[in-house]
Nanobody, 126 residues
Framework: VQLQASGGGLVQPGGSLRLSCAASGHTFKIGGTGWFRQAPGKEREFVAAIRWNDGARRYSDAVKGRHTISRDNTKNMAYLQINSLRPEDTAVYYC????????????????????WGQGTQVTVSS
């Protein structure tokens, strides 16, 4: 199974980016996708997650209202639209998938995910 996260870059404060997560090589249906991020010198933290069967979403308090997670079942793609970017959003963003349909609360935990992408850098700076 391979996950490819892309779409990161350098953006000014207040700007937007759309991150993509492409899954390939799997024979199971994706149960959930999570986005996590790791800023320099900090631990990796949960950002957003989506359960694929019904689209239930969960966001961290830090991004709620600014970020939107979505998925495209036909393409096995998940997306994270990040708006109103702040310098504190600077981090490497990782996507992860699980074949199981956990409740939305559990999807915020790293240990429920079986496969991780390599990460994409988001830098917010003027």
């Amino acid at each position: 199974v391979q996950l490819q996260a892309s779409g990161g870059g350098l953006v000014q404060p207040g700007g937007s980016l759309r991150l993509s997560c492409a899954a390939s090589g799997h024979t199971f249906k994706i149960g959930g996708t999570g986005w996590f991020r790791q800023a320099p010198g900090k631990e990796r933290e949960f950002v957003a997650a989506i359960r694929w069967n019904d689209g239930a979403r969960r966001y961290s308090d830090a991004v709620k209202g600014r970020h939107t997670i979505s998925r495209d079942n036909t393409k096995n793609m998940a997306y994270l639209q990040i708006n109103s970017l702040r310098p504190e959003d600077t981090a490497v963003y990782y996507c992860a998938i699980t074949p199981r349909s956990y409740n939305s609360g559990s999807l915020s935990r790293e240990d429920v995910y079986d496969y991780w992408g390599q990460g994409t850098q988001v830098t917010v700076s003027s």
